[in-house]
């Protein structure tokens, strides 16, 4: 999925991030459960917080990182309501690759 985050253009949102990682259980078990716990979000409802956070992704402000060497970085806090009726805080975090100067989706977890 592409979407255009505010003041930094088109990024790539790899629905791969959510079912290989973020989303299953297998692989994270306590973000999976976070995210089950917090917006009743599991594995088969990648593409429902895929959509999520490109809907609200620019209503809220990103914030600068250090770069560590392969390209400018920042994270994204967002308040979401999830399936299930409750809101959470979601960290997003990004990457302008240095040599691409592709904009991606390194990592998404609940943030407590």
Same mark, same amino acid.
């Given at each position: 999925?592409?979407?255009?985050?505010?003041?930094?253009?088109? #990024?790539?949102?790899?629905?791969?991030?959510?079912?290989?990682?973020?989303?299953?259980?297998?692989?994270?078990?306590?973000?999976?459960?976070?995210?089950? #716990?917090? &917006?009743?979000?599991?594995?088969?409802?990648?593409?429902?917080?895929? +959509?999520?956070?490109?809907?609200?992704?620019? +209503?809220? %402000?990103?914030?600068?990182?250090?770069?560590?060497?392969?390209? %400018?970085?920042?994270?994204? &806090?967002?308040?979401?309501?999830? %399936?299930?009726?409750?809101?959470? %805080?979601?960290?997003?975090?990004?990457?302008?690759?240095?040599?691409?100067?592709?904009?991606?989706?390194?990592?998404?977890?609940?943030?407590?």
């Amino acid at each position: 999925m592409i979407i255009e985050i505010a003041g930094y253009g088109k #990024a790539i949102f790899l629905k791969e991030k959510l079912t290989q990682y973020a989303l299953n259980p297998l692989k994270d078990r306590h973000k999976a459960a976070a995210f089950h #716990a917090a &917006l009743g979000y599991q594995l088969q409802d990648a593409d429902a917080l895929a +959509h999520n956070v490109a809907a609200h992704i620019n +209503h809220f %402000k990103p914030i600068e990182k250090p770069d560590n060497g392969y390209g %400018k970085r920042f994270q994204i &806090l967002m308040t979401l309501t999830g %399936k299930n009726g409750k809101t959470a %805080k979601v960290m997003t975090a990004w990457i302008e690759d240095k040599d691409t100067g592709i904009i991606r989706l390194t990592s998404i977890y609940v943030k407590e």
